[in-house]
């Protein structure tokens, strides 16, 4: 078995163990993305199963931590801006494609909250959404918490400068420059249809999607295991052709 010290196997065998703790390192940082992955679903379903709270005391009490937020079920009481509404583009229900209707809620505090009132078709491209009018006068509203939207690395950007009419995501700073009134630096998305069939409420958020992380662990153990396995027949091969 002297073959298998020679330099060219000693730098295949540096290679294929590197490569094989690589894998199952890996699978392992994937199996812990899962761990993060329940955990956070098993956070955002305790926030969301718990009774709503007035939207102004739970950014009093959060402070500074307003991510910690997120799901809350939350409720306000207005009167809706449709004036100032902003429609979001790319927004599809059973497969149309249409818009989230997104209208500031002028509260007696003198801020204001923007709500996401639901989908509405594409034809429905004006603002303010005449085929689904918000509720006139002062009305309470409950929907849960969620934070403003940023573009990532990729996707559209909305212009910055201009009044706009749809947007590509709900950027409250962006929506702040175009109302005269402060916003609060979160927004509502309905539980429940205000009246009328449109707008349709957004689909309450879902907490059983575990993401791909057991998947892609076990891809990266079997990985580990072929090029193992596969390793050993080559040397085996190899030394049926050295005797």
């Not at 199963?49 to 102004?56: A, Q, S, T």
């Not at 100032?84 to 505090?109: K, M, N």
């Amino acid at each position: 078995m002297r073959w298998l010290l020679a330099p060219r196997w000693l730098v295949a065998h540096v290679i294929v163990v590197a490569l094989a703790i690589l894998f199952i390192n890996l699978g392992f940082w994937q199996l812990r993305r899962l761990e993060e992955r329940r955990l956070e679903n098993t956070v955002g379903e305790s926030r969301f199963e718990g009774d709503p709270v007035d939207l102004g005391l739970l950014l009093e009490a959060s402070g500074e931590e307003r991510d910690t937020l997120e799901f809350r079920r939350a409720t306000t009481t207005g009167v809706f801006q449709p004036e100032d509404e902003v429609l979001i583009r790319s927004q599809v229900h059973q497969g149309v494609a249409g818009f989230h209707v997104i209208t500031p809620l002028l509260e007696e505090r003198g801020n204001a909250v923007l709500v996401n009132r639901g989908w509405v078709p594409l034809d429905a491209d004006q603002v303010p959404a005449t085929a689904a009018p918000p509720p006139a006068g002062n009305v309470t509203v409950t929907g849960w918490v969620r934070p403003t939207q940023t573009r990532g690395s990729l996707g559209p950007s909305d212009p910055s400068e201009g009044r706009l009419v749809t947007m590509s995501r709900v950027d409250i700073d962006r929506i702040q420059q175009q109302v005269p009134y402060e916003l609060v630096p979160l927004y509502l998305s309905l539980l429940d249809d205000l009246e009328g069939d449109l707008p349709i409420p957004a689909p309450s958020p879902s907490f059983d999607d575990e993401g791909p992380h057991l998947a892609y662990a076990i891809q990266w153990f079997s990985f580990a295991l072929i090029g193992l396995v596969g390793y050993f027949f080559l040397m085996r091969r190899a030394a049926r052709r050295s005797h």
